[in-house]
């Protein structure tokens, strides 16, 4: 199937497909990365906006990551 689609490629068809491969490329590599995610670390991030409390400053919280 993507041997046709190299064959027949002329002009600007060659961007086409190299932004396609990008796209994948890079959707592919960011589901490796979260299925490889160690689960205290998805759980930390999940919980992030809620560990904070209103009207603290978020720049200047002192939450170390638990899962290091």
Known sequence: MFK???????????YLL????IFMLFFLLVGILLLTMKKEEVNYMSNLP???EEGQNQNNSTDERSYN
């Not at 046709?4 to 002329?10: C, G, K, S, T, V």
């Open 4 to 14: 046709q689609f190299l064959e027949r490629a002329e002009g600007n068809q060659v």
């Open 18 to 21: 190299s932004s396609l491969g």
């Open 50 to 52: 809620l560990n904070g």
